[in-house]
């Protein structure tokens, strides 16, 4: 099974707003991860946590804070977000960090900041 | 500075009509290949990983290979069902993985 489940799959938010994405998996993974993903480009990695530490950040604002309370649950915690920060968010996992770990991504959370 | 470039960008196909997709990199130590493939709207779903030149793996109707500058994705007899974007990256420095811009892939019957 290499499941990794994300909610919600939709979110509506204004910019004043405070939200939460969830990310879940039960693969025994160490390595979880945030990507943002803009229409018809690539994902971007935002952040790392890798044995529940955070170990990369790739210079994203602070409006958007990570989480990961323990081995198998990320959050990410958005606050006065920009419309330009309406996309597709994707979490992934991975056995570990090293180099013949793949990395299992899930459905993704689609948000739309007015 | 690491680099991901795929052809070609879109590729039409009529059912059954084989061909290749192109992911050509620049890496300081190639520490894995990966091919992705993503629906619209969805997460990318793992395909392949390629550590070594002259490597080949195969599922279905797709296989891939890799030599020292590049990689293809040959898909052989192609469905309707095999059309979606098809991601190529590779492992950076940090660990992370570096994507391409993908190939937009369209089967028609």
């Known amino acids: 099974d290499t499941e990794v489940t994300q909610t919600p799959k939709h979110l509506v938010m204004g910019m004043t707003n405070k939200k939460s994405l969830k990310c879940e998996q039960h693969?025994?993974?160490?390595?979880m991860y945030w990507y943002k993903q803009k229409a018809k480009k690539p994902p971007e990695l935002m952040f790392v946590?890798?044995?529940?530490?955070?170990?990369i950040n790739e210079s994203v604002p602070s409006r958007f804070s990570p989480e990961c309370p323990n081995s198998s649950l990320l959050n990410l915690h958005l606050h006065a977000l920009q419309p330009e920060d309406s996309a597709l968010y994707l979490c992934?996992?991975?056995?570990?960090?090293?180099?013949?770990?793949?990395?299992?991504f899930g459905p993704g959370t689609r948000l739309t900041v007015l | 500075e690491d680099q991901v470039t795929q052809s070609p960008e879109a590729l039409r196909l009529q059912e059954g009509e084989s061909s290749s997709l192109n992911c050509s990199y620049t890496?300081?130590?190639?520490?894995?290949l990966f091919w992705y493939r993503q629906d619209p709207g969805k997460g990318p779903e793992f395909l392949f990983t390629?550590?070594?030149a002259g490597e080949e793996k195969e599922k279905e109707r797709l296989k891939a290979t890799l030599t020292k500058k590049e990689s293809f994705l040959h898909i052989t007899a192609p469905k309707p069902e095999d059309s979606a974007t098809y991601l190529c990256a590779v492992r950076g420095s940090q660990g992370n993985l570096i994507f391409g811009k993908g190939t937009k892939l369209s089967v028609k019957p």
């Open positions: 992934a996992s991975s056995q570990g960090y090293g180099d013949t770990d793949t990395q299992y």
């Open positions: 890496v300081s130590g190639l520490r894995g």
């Open positions: 390629l550590y070594s």
């Open positions: 946590y890798s044995y529940e530490k955070l170990s």
């Open positions: 693969m025994g993974h160490r390595a």
